[in-house]
C-alpha cells in the first residue's frame, strides 16, 4: 500500500490565484514525521516543512500554510497569491519508524504546479 | 555553508556496462541517503547510512547496485551491469542523525542508459 498519496498529478494555475496541494499518509506509528519538498526544473530537493505527529498546529510561512490533521491522516499545502516563481514539483513525505530501529523517508509521486502569469 | 555535492551531473551509458556516482555530504551529517528518481515518480531510497554502516538497504537491487560509505564521510553508488530501466536521476542527500532532521539533497546524477 502507498504510504503517501499525493493525488493531484498537476496543477495549473494563473498567477495570484491560492492553490492547495494534498497529501495522504498512512502509517501505524504514533511518532512520525512528514515533510513537504520543493523540486524546481534544476532538479535539487528543497527543504520546506517539518511537522511531527504530536504537534497538529497548522503553520504559517510567508505565503505557504500548512494544515495538517491526523483525524484524516492529511497533511495539506496551500499557496496563497501564487507566483510564477512557485512553478515546480511538491513532494510529501512521511519518515516513520522501521522494524530495524530506524527512521525511513517514503516520498510521495509529487504534484506539479505550473503558475501562469 | 557548502551544500551537498554530487558528480557527475550527467552519464550516458550503454546497457551491461557498469557506472559510479559519487558524494559529498554536508560536513557534520552522519547520515546519508541514496535515491532513485524515476521521471514523473518521486524520489525512492535505495540505501540509507548512519556513519559508515548501513541502516537500510532494503529496496537496493543487490545484485547490481552496491554502495559503500569509506570513513562515515563520502560515498560511492555503483551499478554493475546497467539496465534500460536504471535510467533515472540518482539524488544523494544527508542530515542529522536525529530521526527527526530534514534532508539535504544534493543536484543528482542523471543517468541515461541507452
Known amino acids: 500500500a502507498q504510504k503517501v498519496t499525493q493525488a493531484q498529478t498537476e496543477i495549473s494555475v494563473v498567477e495570484k490565484e491560492d492553490v492547495t496541494l494534498d497529501c495522504v499518509y498512512e502509517?501505524?506509528?504514533?511518532?512520525?514525521?512528514l515533510f513537504w519538498y520543493k523540486q524546481p526544473p534544476s532538479g535539487e530537493l528543497v527543504f520546506l516543512i517539518r511537522?511531527?505527529?504530536?504537534?497538529?498546529q497548522n503553520e504559517i510561512s510567508g505565503r505557504y500554510s500548512w494544515n495538517f490533521q491526523k483525524s484524516t491522516s492529511s497533511f495539506n499545502f496551500t499557496i496563497t497569491a501564487s507566483q510564477v516563481v512557485d512553478s515546480a514539483v511538491y513532494f510529501c513525505?512521511?519518515?516513520?519508524?522501521?522494524?530495524?530501529?530506524?527512521?525511513?523517508?517514503?516520498f510521495g509521486r509529487g504534484t506539479s504546479l505550473i503558475v501562469h502569469p | 555553508e557548502a551544500g551537498v555535492a554530487q558528480s557527475p551531473r550527467y552519464k550516458i551509458i550503454e546497457k551491461r556496462q557498469s557506472v559510479a556516482f559519487w558524494c559529498n555530504p554536508i560536513?557534520?551529517?552522519?547520515?546519508l541517503y541514496w535515491y532513485q528518481q524515476i521521471l514523473g515518480q518521486g524520489p525512492k531510497l535505495l540505501i540509507q547510512?548512519?556513519?559508515?554502516?548501513?541502516?537500510?538497504d532494503s529496496q537496493l537491487p543487490k545484485d547490481r547496485f552496491s554502495a559503500e560509505r569509506l570513513k562515515g564521510v563520502d560515498s560511492t553508488l555503483k551499478i554493475q551491469p546497467a539496465k534500460l530501466e536504471d535510467s533515472a536521476v540518482y539524488l544523494c542527500?544527508?542530515?542529522?542523525?536525529?530521526?527527526?532532521?530534514?534532508?539535504?539533497f544534493g543536484q543528482g546524477t542523471r543517468l541515461t542508459v541507452v
Open positions: 542527500a544527508s542530515s542529522l542523525i536525529f530521526r527527526d532532521r530534514e534532508a539535504f
Open positions: 502509517t501505524r506509528d504514533t511518532t512520525y514525521y
Open positions: 511537522r511531527n505527529s504530536f504537534d497538529e
Open positions: 513525505a512521511l519518515s516513520e519508524h522501521t522494524s530495524g530501529g530506524s527512521y525511513i523517508p517514503t
Open positions: 560536513s557534520g551529517h552522519a547520515t
Open positions: 547510512f548512519q556513519n559508515n554502516g548501513v541502516v537500510d
